[in-house]
């Protein structure tokens, strides 16, 4: 093979090998079973909410860009939004949690049906930082329910991410809202 022919399958092989390659979704590829924690979580029969008596909607500020000092240059950020119930013996059930952009335009839900988050069960979801919809305001509304008072979660929010030589890493805390 003549030096021309060799060059030219090596480009083909690395577009082939480069170019192809679809973006997989960290929340499964970083699962421990491979599969869309949400998904995973998503109750299949049903359930009596008669007997609930927690309910509540928490807002969650989500940064999926700040800006820094040098020539106001704007760098994303990924974020990992977390949700603990912190009982030991109840479910706690999330019937909605749905994002939302710095305007306070619906963006997406992440939720087609409620999902139950077993007794000191964690969800933790990805928002990659590609994802720059939601803007230097950007927010989770989520919505959930359990059997009594005793199921309270800890809903919080890390982002990470760099600029140059410079790390960030920051959190915020869910903040409980009124029920409209």
């Keep these: 093979m003549n030096k021309n022919n060799r060059l030219k399958a090596y480009m083909f092989t690395l577009v082939l090998l ?6 997989q979704d960290p929340n499964v590829t970083l699962s421990e079973h491979q599969q869309d924690p949400i998904e995973e979580l998503e109750i299949t029969t049903d359930v009596d909410r008669s007997q609930f008596g927690y309910k509540q909607t928490f807002y969650v500020p989500i ?3 700040i800006y820094t000092d040098r020539d106001n240059r704007k760098v994303l950020l990924s974020a990992t939004l977390s949700i603990r119930n912190t009982t030991l013996k109840n479910s706690l059930f999330i019937n909605k949690i749905d994002y939302y952009d710095t305007d306070g335009a ?3 839900s992440y939720l087609d049906k409620p999902i139950e988050l077993p ?3 964690t969800l933790n979801y ?3 930082k590609e994802e720059d919809k939601g803007g230097s305001g950007a ?4 919505e ?3 059997m009594n008072q005793t199921v309270r979660p800890v809903i919080e929010a890390v982002m990470i991410g760099n600029f140059s030589n410079k790390g960030f890493a920051f959190t915020t805390q869910g ?3 009124a029920h409209e």
Excluded: L, R, W
């Excluded at 480069?18 to 973006?23: A, D, R, S, V, Y």
């Excluded at 927010?139 to 989520?142: E, L």
């Design 139 to 142: 927010n989770f509304i989520i």
């Design 119 to 121: 007794a000191m069960g």
């Design 18 to 23: 480069t170019g192809c390659t679809p973006q």
């Design 63 to 65: 940064y999926s860009d």
């Design 144 to 146: 959930v329910e359990g």
């Design 106 to 108: 619906f963006v997406k």
């Design 175 to 177: 903040t409980p809202v």
């Design 126 to 128: 990805i928002v990659e």
